[in-house]
């Protein structure tokens, strides 16, 4: 009722008759992306309106009395690649600010002539950008940073009521996470212990700026993961006055707050918490105790010490607390029941020092914790099941330097120290493992210290106009494993024409088995690191300014990997989803050996057009085939190789009031390992057929998610209003199956069906 009442006023108000139209300003600062510093004298044009202007001293541009509406800044500066910025909203009396990195060239004469685009010309292969309005109003990802990901054509679905990210047929413990380029272990709620994804995303997307997922290939600056990085950028709060969000949505209620630190910094805070538990106790008291409770804040804090120094303060912070007993969990087909408690937090400082001449240098240091507190019983007997004490804390300390020699030349180096620091008071009841066998009860009680050391170098060279490349090197030293491993790595760029570019990359990459896995065995200290060599090449050719085609190939190879002999037919890493347990974790193991491999290879196309009018999208698609070699020499599929993956996505804004949007996407069917019915049913527990190791295939993946949102404009306030429709025809999707213990036989686990999302938010 609130909401359609909010609807009708604030329409009645912005149509008034005599009521002046909303403005706001528009301001930024522009950059060099290699140097950092200002921009003096760069044009800005405003369109469609026919505004221009030049950045101050400072880099700094200015708009002002903009009417509200959605707008296209077009940038352009001697010497730099021009940049064009869609999406910039102009709100009711508020101040949008854009900051943006121009790209030096020296594309020079007739040769090629750089036209100005959306798309930025230093990214590297199998690099995606989006911008903090892309990422707003993407349809089907509630405000998740890792949902918004999935449409892309290197991610395989795993489920939809998770995120996990499967990137190019790896495991999602292989990817990297940094935010303001600190790194994070994990940026969701109910978060997976030894891995990365979980239920919901922990940052509030009105707090970006904008994102970067390299799915491959990356640079030697990122070490110990193997698969992806995503780089996110968090937005500085408003230096000029104080600004105020509230939001309701499947998020839960939020709040976002901003302003000024005189004219040296700003802050930026955010604070959510689930609402479905209020509800719930309202209504049925007796239920509220089994729904699931998160909340999370964050804030940033920049101040400038001079024109060269700047500080960063962060704070990232997660609760969570699920429950069931064990009435519920036989009315649910639950195996297990229990309580899980998650606590996540990051804090960090970054000092940014620009150097005399043409360089700069970023140093970070923070803090991450993770807290797991999580005891289950068996639903079927109610004995003890798993009970998880456990608290990692990790404190690293980065540093990251640039300098620019010449047009043609560009150094980066760096170096990075990261101490982890682990309590585990974990007990594994005795069981049987997926295939059958007994396993004996496991205790893990005691700490766990380990160390990585690690620097690297790269240098860009633009031997001609027209080619880039950049070699580079890394190295890393693991206390721990006692091991010390060296990563070189190269990226390629050669500009056939204005719009055709030929893009590659190749490199070795190394990470340390998780810290809950390599704690279970002494004997782990002698596995060797996780290696994947990576190739990839690409083309990238642009339509038009606004629109442009990408097709890569790849193949990556894994090396090292560890496997269980009591099960020679099982990929270990891949155990978090090849199982349906009560909640993912990785179960206890004897001795392992590091003869196992994997491999994945594909061809990925996508087709992106910016919002350069009123209509903007996506298509993407992929082949793929992921496999791994068992302790038994076989070459079996990964639970990731869904080998087909297509995706269109796009929308529709007729003006500044109203925008459609949505997203089809399609998945072949995942790989898994059927039940040996009869041994199941005399053990009373899912037992595998060994003799068809992912060899059955799942149901096709697909789902259609629409969205609409209408804006409505005060004077001096904007309320945003959207309807979100997940799976709109309802289709039946299974994540995979599970043996119900209760029951004894053998049940579906279903993806998300209908679900309507509607969430609002309130901007003064």
């Known amino acids: 009722m609130i909401v359609v009442a909010a609807w009708l006023l604030t329409g009645a108000v912005e149509g008034a008759a005599g009521q002046p139209h909303p403005t706001g300003t528009i301001t930024g600062r522009l950059f060099d992306a290699e140097s950092q510093e200002p921009l003096i004298g760069a044009n800005v044009w405003l369109h469609p309106t026919e505004q221009g202007t030049a950045t101050d001293l400072e880099g700094r541009f200015r708009f002002?009395?903009?009417?509200?509406?959605?707008?296209?800044?077009?940038?352009?500066?001697?010497?730099?690649?021009?940049?064009?910025?869609?999406?910039?909203?102009?709100?009711?009396?508020?101040?949008?600010?854009?900051?943006?990195?121009?790209?030096?060239?020296?594309?020079?004469?007739?040769?090629?002539?750089?036209?100005?685009?959306?798309?930025?010309?230093?990214?590297?292969?199998?690099?995606?950008?989006?911008?903090?309005?892309?990422?707003?109003?993407?349809?089907?990802?509630?405000?998740?940073?890792?949902?918004?990901?999935?449409?892309?054509?290197?991610?395989?679905?795993?489920?939809?009521t998770r995120n996990a990210l499967a990137v190019r047929g790896g495991s999602p413990m292989e990817n990297g996470f940094y935010v303001d380029g600190i790194p994070i272990p994990n940026i969701n709620h109910f978060p997976t212990q030894g891995s990365s994804g979980g239920a919901i995303g922990l940052l509030n997307v009105d707090l970006?700026?904008?994102?970067?997922?390299?799915?491959?290939?990356?640079?030697?600056?990122?070490?110990?993961?193997?698969?992806?990085?995503l780089d996110i950028a968090l937005r500085e709060g408003n230096r000029e006055e104080t600004d105020v969000q509230l939001d309701l949505s499947l998020g839960g209620l939020g709040f976002v707050g901003e302003g000024g630190l005189g004219d040296r910094g700003a802050w930026l805070v955010s604070a959510r918490r689930s609402y479905l538990d209020l509800v719930v106790n309202v209504f049925l008291r007796d239920a509220a105790d089994a729904v699931p409770t998160y909340s999370d804040a964050q804030a940033k804090l920049v101040f400038d010490l001079t024109d060269q120094h700047r500080i960063t303060a962060l704070g990232?912070?997660?609760?969570?607390?699920?429950?069931?007993?064990?009435?519920?969990?036989?009315?649910?087909?639950?195996?297990?029941?229990?309580?899980?408690?998650?606590?996540?937090?990051?804090?960090?400082?970054?000092?940014?020092?620009?150097?005399?001449?043409?360089?700069?240098?970023?140093?970070?240091?923070?803090?991450?914790?993770?807290?797991?507190?999580?005891?289950?019983?068996?639903?079927?007997?109610?004995?003890?099941?798993?009970?998880?004490?456990?608290?990692?804390?990790?404190l690293r300390l980065r540093n990251e330097n640039t300098v620019r020699f010449s047009p043609a030349h560009r150094l980066a180096f760096g170096a990075e120290i990261e101490g982890n620091m682990?309590?585990?008071?974990?007990?594994?009841?005795?069981?049987?493992?997926?295939?059958?066998?007994?396993?004996?009860?496991?205790?893990?009680?005691?700490?766990?210290?380990?160390?990585?050391?690690?620097?690297?170098?790269?240098?860009?060279?633009?031997p001609t106009p027209l080619l880039t490349l950049t070699p580079g090197l890394r190295l890393d030293h693991h206390t721990y494993t006692r091991?010390?491993?060296?990563?070189?790595?190269?990226?390629?760029?050669?500009?056939?024409?204005?719009?055709?570019?030929?893009?590659?990359?190749?490199?070795?990459?190394?990470?340390?088995?998780?810290?809950?896995?390599?704690?279970?065995?002494?004997?782990?200290?002698?596995?060797p690191l996780l290696t994947a060599r990576h190739l990839v090449a690409g083309m990238e050719h642009r339509l038009a300014e606004h629109t442009r085609v990408t097709v890569e190939v790849y193949d990556k190879h894994y090396r090292r990997f560890p496997l269980d002999p009591a099960q020679p037919s099982l990929f270990l890493v891949d155990e978090l989803f090849y199982q349906v347990q009560p909640i993912s974790l990785l179960l206890g193991h004897g001795p392992l050996v590091a003869t196992g491999q994997a491999r994945t290879r594909g061809v990925e196309a996508m087709l992106q057009k910016k919002l350069a009018d009123r209509v903007y999208g996506m298509v993407s698609g992929a082949y793929f085939r992921s496999r791994y070699r068992g302790a038994d020499g076989l070459w079996r599929n990964r639970v990731f190789d869904s080998r087909v993956l297509f995706t269109i996505e796009g929308g529709y804004k007729p003006g500044h009031r109203h925008e459609v949007s949505m997203k089809w996407s399609y998945a072949g069917g995942a790989p898994f390992t059927p039940f040996d019915e009869a041994a199941s049913q005399a053990a009373g527990r899912g037992i595998f057929d060994a003799a068809r190791i992912n060899t059955a295939r799942l149901p096709a993946y697909h789902a259609l998610n629409l969205r609409y949102d209408r804006r409505f404009h005060f004077r001096r306030a904007t309320l945003i209003t959207y309807l979100s429709v997940w799976n709109v025809y309802d289709r039946r999707n299974i994540a995979g199956y599970y043996w119900d213990e209760v029951a004894n036989r053998r049940r579906a686990v279903e993806q998300f069906g209908l679900l309507p999302i509607l969430g609002v938010e309130f901007e003064f």
Request: net charge negative; proline share 5%; glycine share 8%.
């Open 422 to 462: 682990a309590r585990y008071d974990q007990t594994f009841a005795a069981s049987t493992d997926p295939l059958g066998q007994p396993t004996p009860a496991l205790r893990l009680d005691g700490r766990l210290t380990t160390a990585r050391l690690g620097g690297f170098v790269s240098h860009t060279w633009r």
């Open 64 to 160: 002002e009395h903009v009417p509200v509406g959605s707008y296209t800044l077009r940038i352009t500066y001697l010497g730099y690649a021009p940049l064009i910025r869609p999406d910039v909203i102009v709100r009711s009396d508020r101040i949008t600010i854009v900051e943006a990195a121009l790209t030096p060239t020296v594309l020079e004469g007739d040769e090629v002539v750089v036209a100005a685009g959306y798309f930025p010309e230093d990214r590297a292969v199998s690099v995606t950008g989006f911008d903090a309005e892309e990422i707003r109003r993407a349809p089907g990802a509630a405000g998740d940073v890792s949902r918004i990901l999935s449409g892309l054509p290197s991610i395989s679905p795993v489920n939809d």
């Open 208 to 229: 970006i700026r904008n994102v970067d997922f390299a799915a491959g290939g990356f640079s030697a600056a990122h070490g110990d993961r193997l698969s992806a990085v």
């Open 316 to 394: 990232i912070l997660g609760l969570d607390r699920s429950g069931i007993d064990r009435a519920r969990a036989i009315e649910q087909h639950e195996n297990a029941y229990g309580d899980a408690d998650f606590t996540a937090g990051t804090t960090g400082l970054v000092w940014r020092a620009l150097w005399p001449g043409d360089g700069y240098s970023t140093t970070t240091l923070s803090h991450n914790l993770q807290a797991y507190r999580i005891h289950f019983f068996e639903t079927a007997t109610g004995a003890s099941y798993f009970d998880n004490r456990s608290t990692e804390h990790t």
């Open 483 to 527: 091991r010390t491993v060296l990563a070189p790595r190269l990226a390629a760029a050669l500009h056939l024409t204005a719009r055709t570019t030929l893009k590659a990359a190749t490199g070795l990459y190394h990470q340390q088995l998780p810290l809950t896995l390599l704690a279970q065995q002494d004997a782990s200290r002698d596995l």
